[in-house]
Structures are given as structure tokens and as C-alpha cells.
């Protein structure tokens, strides 16, 4: 079992700049993919942002793409997310995931692992 905690999350204007991490404990040793998922007021959790533990391959949602970064720090088991240009349309609670499923997955069913949830608001 994988522990995630989030931090980072707070009230940024639009246009601004605000950078996610997750810290990661416990039995990582088979997590593939770690990712970062998002659910804003009266919508769905959707996919944000993943990346495969051994190689680094991040992959995300087309609607944050050339503005979020997914990174991993492998000594620190931490997944960072850079998010810049921020709209306050990013406004949501978002959550950091860990998953064994040995793809690249969007599913928030492959991901067995989640943090408690940092909410970033973003002002117009």
C-alpha cells in the first residue's frame, strides 16, 4: 500500500503560477504510473496529468497541455505539477494517485492509491 499526501494547493490569480507535490510512503516498489486528477464544483473527477515511475514518460489531458508539467523526483518519491498560465478553469481539488497497472492509464480505476486532495483556486 502506497501513503500520498499533496501540498502546494492555494489562491493564485489567472495568468499565475503554482506548483503541486506529491510525497509518497510506504510499499512503492510496484507502482508504475503516478498521476494527478482534478474535480472541480459540480463535475466529474477527470485525469490531469500522468507519468510512469521508471521512465519518466509523462503524458496529459489536452486541456492543460504547454501548461502543466508532470516531473518525478525517484530518490524522493515525490510527483510534482507544475502549473503555469493558470485559468480559473483549473480551479479544483486535485489529487495525487499511484497505480500497479503496467500502462499508461487516464482511468482513475488502474490507480489504487490517492492522497487526501490540495484545492487550488484560481481568481479571475
Known amino acids: 500500500q502506497v501513503q500520498l499526501v499533496e501540498s502546494g494547493g492555494g489562491l493564485v490569480q489567472a495568468g499565475g503560477s503554482l506548483r503541486l507535490s506529491c510525497a509518497a510512503s510506504g510499499r512503492t516498489g510496484s507502482t508504475y504510473t503516478m498521476g494527478w486528477f482534478r474535480q472541480a464544483p459540480g463535475k466529474e473527477r477527470e485525469f490531469v496529468a500522468g507519468?510512469?515511475?521508471?521512465?519518466?514518460?509523462?503524458y496529459y489531458t489536452d486541456s492543460v497541455k504547454g501548461r502543466f508539467t508532470i516531473s518525478r523526483d525517484s530518490a524522493k518519491n515525490t510527483v510534482y505539477l507544475q502549473m503555469n498560465s493558470l485559468k480559473p478553469e483549473d480551479t479544483a481539488v486535485y489529487y495525487c494517485?499511484?497505480?500497479?497497472?503496467?500502462?499508461?492509464?487516464?482511468?482513475?480505476?488502474?490507480?489504487?492509491?490517492w492522497g487526501q486532495g490540495t484545492q487550488v483556486t484560481v481568481s479571475s
Open positions: 507519468i510512469t515511475w521508471s521512465s519518466g514518460s509523462p
Open positions: 494517485a499511484a497505480g500497479t497497472y503496467p500502462f499508461m492509464t487516464r482511468s482513475q480505476m488502474n490507480f489504487g492509491s
